[in-house]
């Protein structure tokens, strides 16, 4: 195997392992590996489309959040820009959705936020992947479900 080949086997080998780390597979081959991984996005994706209605029947009063993802362009890299606003606030909202950030990989370049107890939230970010891994990794979806998930997380602790 030429030095070329093997950087190539090498690299194959570290994306295989980040996706078994990403999904929680446990396979050993790569057919199995990426089977996971496609029941994996499968369940991410059924749950994105089943959020909505989880978070409308955590609790009657509790305010709908509008999220909003887009992709951009940063400095070669690739970003997004999110949007978050609700009715109401709630103590911890904002730690708990950057905390989501971070958990995706995500630095925060930019934000505008307005929130304070028991009035409206919004946020307005700019975010970067931290690593070339998570670039190729997170999608506005991915993104999108984590940043409800955090809020979901926020509000099922309050008591509204």
Known sequence: MSGKDHKKATALEEKLELLRAVTKSSAANETSILVDASKYIKELKDKVSQEPEQLGSTSSSMPMPRVSVSSVELEKKRGFRINVSMEKSQPELLTSVLEAFEELGLDVLDADVSCAD???????????????????????????HAVLQAIKKCMDGSSI
Do not use: K, N, P
């Open 118 to 144: 028991d009035t409206a939230f919004r946020l307005e970010a700019l975010g970067s992947s931290q690593s070339e891994a998570a670039e190729r990794s997170v999608d506005e979806q991915m993104v999108r």
